[in-house]
């Protein structure tokens, strides 16, 4: 019996070395992988690539020859929305893509794809890749909170030694909400309870997990505040979640609480945060994501001196690319094998 030939088409940067690693995942997969048609990366895991990069028109028709020939695509067509719509509309071949980011349900929706296609169409996200890389940044906006190190750097600027030392916060035994309790979240919260936190959180359906103190969905969360010492949130932007933490939560939280946002920035009301920020509600807030990106110039968050901006780039680690490359042999094995592919993109939720 003759093999069936699946054509795996490489629609973003990547190394050599991973594409290689696809190949070997099955004799009947035929990689279309040209190099020389791809941006060249400016950093590990650079998937957009250089945005100086120009194909030829002569390149640009065989970029999307090569990816109209495809079943499968690692990566959306130029890491964008725009990308993902025009192949699911030339590419009557395509079965399946594997996205770059683990909150890919935000460029399914801005693509604009139509209910037929998004049922025929499936989209894996790379959920789960960036969960320890995410922990430890969490890990990070914790200690800077309790350990007051924006202060630090304040008075080392000024070359200030204070007479009257001010003491910080243990976070051994200190309680640990976390909005989100996925592979992100858990994995938060396995980080935390190694730094002797305990540790509560929200998920929207609700059970029991091993080593969180309680579960709630984000109904309950106002009743879980009043405990934390620090919350972080790492809920994707969907309608549900659009301005979770509005005044009301952030009230509900007690004087001084460390706030960490690795999720998506809708999820936050940025005029309710600095308000909760100035009246020393939160305490502190480490912010990868915002509402807005690039953070606009005159947003009061980049010059608050209780606030760490990070330009959404806590999840990127040297070894991205190689682990979205074994996330997606194993799926390409599970696809080759006719089964159930996992991290699928809701298509009415968009996460």
Known sequence: MTEVETAVAI???????????????????????EPELLPPERYPADHLGDPAFRRTPEQEERYWQLLNRAQVLYGFPNDSP??????????????????????AGGAVKASGLDKESLRKLRITTSAGVHALPLAEF????????????????????????????TPTRLVSGSHLVITGLGEIGLETARVARALGM????????????????EVTDNEGLAGLLPAADAVVNTLPGTASTEKLFDRKIFSAMKPGTVFINVGRGSVVDEAALLEALDSGQVSYACLDVFAVEPLPAESPLWSH?????????????????????DRFCTNLRIFLDGGDLPHLVDPVHFY
């Open 198 to 213: 305990s540790v509560s959180g929200t998920k929207r359906t609700v059970e029991t997990l091993d080593g969180i103190a």
């Open 82 to 103: 725009e990308g993902l719509a025009r192949i699911a509309a030339s590419n009557p071949h395509l079965q399946w893509i594997q996205a770059m980011a683990a909150g």
């Open 305 to 325: 001196p209780n606030v760490l901006v990070s330009p959404h780039s806590s999840a990127l680690s040297a070894a991205e690319n190689g682990l979205i490359t």
């Open 138 to 165: 969490s890990a990070l906006g914790i200690l800077n909170g309790f350990k007051r190190t924006a202060d630090l750097a304040r008075d080392q600027a000024d070359k200030l030694w204070p007479e009257v030392r």
């Open 11 to 33: 629609a973003v940067p990547l190394e050599a070395e991973h594409v290689e690693r696809i190949r070997a995942v099955d004799p009947s997969v035929t990689v279309l992988y």
